[in-house]
């Protein structure tokens, strides 16, 4: 894609999405870390139904910490993998309270020694908490930029790389957010919907309509 081009579709997601945030609930560093771990592999609105619950009982980095893991898979069952991010979230809140005074470390070397989290997660806290400029690649992400031209990665980091290299730190942030709603609210994994897209002009992903 051109840099015309780019711009272009810059301008253009901007337009279909002006407010790009993330669509998890989170009022600070300890609830966001939490959130994003649920949420892999698993839909916002479904984290959205748990974590207020999760955090009315345990609304800490040290009140998580010694929570019962019965306790957390009671709460978190009807998230994918519950068992497994009980006790990774439980984990992470021992090291975040005995090691970061219950904050969050603002580096993404800190971040991924925690347990149950990834590139992408570290990266969506570094980007949310606007400690680091970060550009999380998730499965939408993926699916969107190969689709337009953007990258032809085969792997998720692959397609951080070649985003990063076309795209300005400043844009880092509301792109991800933006291809996100892109992904799933138009071009979709199945039946993508192609006829109805603002970005075909700029797609290389041609469909006769």
Request: charged share 25%; aromatic share 6%.
């Amino acid at each position: 894609m051109t840099p015309k081009k780019r711009l272009k579709l810059l301008e253009t997601l901007e337009g279909l999405y002006p407010e790009p945030r993330s669509e998890l609930n989170f009022s600070n560093d300890f609830e966001l870390i939490i959130s994003v771990m649920l949420s892999a592999q698993c839909t916002d609105v479904k984290v959205n139904q748990v974590t207020p619950i999760l955090f009315k009982k345990f609304p800490s980095a040290a009140r998580l910490a010694k929570a019962k893991l019965r306790d957390v898979e009671e709460i978190i069952r009807p998230i994918n993998y519950f068992k497994t991010k009980s006790k990774n979230i439980i984990a992470t809140s021992e090291i975040l309270s005995s090691k970061y005074g219950g904050g969050v470390p603002s580096t993404h070397e800190e971040l991924t020694a925690l347990p149950g989290v990834g590139r992408k997660t570290a990266n969506v806290v570094l980007g949310e908490t606007g400690k680091v400029p970060a550009l999380p690649v998730d499965t939408h992400v993926f699916r969107v930029a190969r689709r337009l031209g953007l990258s032809e990665a085969k792997t998720t980091d692959g397609v951080e790389r070649d985003l990063m290299k076309l795209f300005p730190p400043s844009e880092w942030r509301p792109l991800h957010h933006r291809l996100i709603f892109h992904g799933r609210r138009v071009c979709k994994a199945r039946n993508p919907s192609c006829g109805e897209c603002a970005l075909r002009g700029l797609c290389a992903n041609k469909v006769e309509i």
